[in-house]
């Protein structure tokens, strides 16, 4: 059968694409492939759910449990959490299965379906295809007192609100005491347990988009849509604001000025203070290749190395675990801080970020200073044949733009994975060379590579 796996679990219009029959089938498929491969310690095997707070959240959230318990695996439903909630009581409940119900920062009427297999980390792709190869097959269904328990689990926003804060390790136990910060959740997963998270760690906290009725998660707010936050910043005078997507998985901040900060000076910033207090394994940090490279510059300046890897989250934490790294993340916000979490985190980003700000008194456009962001450009070229990027003339064309720029820009050519689309993306010096250089590589893609 086709692949319905994509980068991040499976994702699609709910109802539609995302049925409840194809939940109630995944929850099973997933519970026989995971606990054959892991085994359990306990007398039964167990799994961990939780949502973001999209309407189909519910429905689907049905039907994962019942397939989990259908294949005799005994369910804590954390209801509404963070992804890398989720994620954090899958390890510290030594769960053999997590699954989070969520569309990150698509928009409401999607959703998605994502697995976690123990420890809380992400499948890798062998496993998904084991579980797809499962989809619509029968099997010996267990019965009668074999078959799995369905229990809430009650201190879910409390027991994770608390990891969040001991991350800090303040002596004070309210290390952002004199903050004033202003907190955008999406009206998604994070809108009880960041501004709890916050509050407890001392600061003063303004919130907005937190109040999801089902209906609107992302809708005009959170880390897609900063325009709302950055208001919010001026008009309450706060020291910074940070905003979270659907699923809290990723973060980006405004400073008091209003001016974004994006991923890629949210790592640069993370990497000095992770340097000096000796936790940056090994001087190195872990970017893909979208990052600017005012990052890289600014790492080498430092005497950090910057390791970079193909797009998406998992790969960067691939690579991290590969060279035991403590630090990645990427340009869009997703930030993960493995001596803490096993995927990004945006509410343990955003206190991370506020901590330095308290434990330097430097504001955070100051600290974002740590690196000069190049103008950069990304033109999406479709229509094209995204499998002869190794065409000569579009190499030779590219060698020539990597020539004019020199050491002060960057070209890359990145096919689509899923579409009939080449991305070319340009940094350089000003945005108007960063632009014609860029307009000149699509137009040499579209005349290559035409389908």
């Known amino acids: 059968m086709p692949r319905i796996f994509g980068t991040d679990g499976v994702r699609g219009l709910a109802n539609a694409k995302l049925t409840a029959e194809l939940a109630l089938d995944l929850g099973s498929a997933a519970a026989r492939v995971l606990v054959e491969h892991g085994g359990y310690s306990r007398p039964r095997p167990l799994a961990v759910v939780g949502r973001d707070t999209r309407i189909s959240g519910q429905f689907l959230e049905h039907a994962v449990v019942a397939g989990l318990a259908s ?35 698509n928009p409401m009427p999607d959703n998605g379906i994502k697995f976690l297999a123990r420890g809380g980390l992400k499948l890798d792709d062998a496993l998904e295809r084991e579980i797809e190869a499962l989809l619509g097959q029968d099997w010996d269904r267990p019965t009668g007192a074999a078959v799995g328990r369905v229990t809430p689990y009650g201190p879910t926003v409390k027991e994770y609100v608390d990891h ?34 916050l ?53 980006l901040a405004v400073d008091h000025t209003g001016e974004v900060v994006d991923g890629d000076q949210i790592m640069g910033i993370l990497a000095l203070a992770l340097r000096e207090s000796g936790g940056l394994v090994d001087d190195t940090l872990v970017a893909t290749v979208m990052s600017n490279l005012g990052l890289l510059q600014a790492m080498e300046q430092a005497g950090i190395k910057v390791v970079q890897t193909a797009v998406g989250d998992r790969y960067v934490l691939d690579e991290m675990r590969r060279g035991g790294f403590s630090l990645g993340g990427e340009q869009s916000g997703h930030v993960i801080m493995r001596e803490h979490a096993t995927t990004g985190d945006g509410i343990l980003t955003a206190l991370h970020l506020a901590r330095r700000m308290a434990t330097t ?23 094209v044949d995204r499998t002869r990027t190794d065409d000569p003339t579009l190499l030779e064309a590219v060698a020539r733009a990597e020539e004019e720029l020199g050491s002060t820009g960057r070209v890359l050519l990145r096919p689509s994975g899923t ?31 035409a389908l």
């Open 71 to 105: 294949a005799g695996v005994d369910v804590l439903r954390l209801r509404v959490l963070p992804t890398p909630g989720v994620a954090y009581f899958t390890d510290a409940l030594g769960a053999d299965v997590g699954v989070v119900i969520s569309a990150s920062h």
């Open 164 to 197: 969040l804060v001991r991350t800090l390790d303040s002596p004070t136990g309210k290390p952002l005491a004199g903050l004033k910060l202003v907190l955008d959740c999406a009206h998604g997963a994070a809108s009880e347990v960041g501004p709890r998270a």
């Open 199 to 251: 509050s407890a760690a001392g600061a003063e906290v303004v919130t907005i988009g937190a109040s999801p009725d089902g209906l609107n998660i992302n809708e005009g707010c959170g880390s897609t849509h900063l325009g709302v936050l950055q208001k919010a910043v001026l008009e309450h005078g706060a020291d910074a604001g940070f905003a979270v997507d659907g699923d809290a998985d990723r973060c």
């Open 361 to 383: 008194g430097r504001s955070l456009r100051d600290l974002a200073g740590v690196m000069n962001r190049l103008p950069q450009v990304l033109v999406n070229v479709a229509g």
């Open 419 to 449: 579409e009939p689309l080449v991305r070319v993306m340009v940094e350089a010096p000003t945005a108007e060379q960063a632009e014609g250089v860029a307009q000149r590589l699509a137009d040499v893609v579209r005349e290559r590579l």
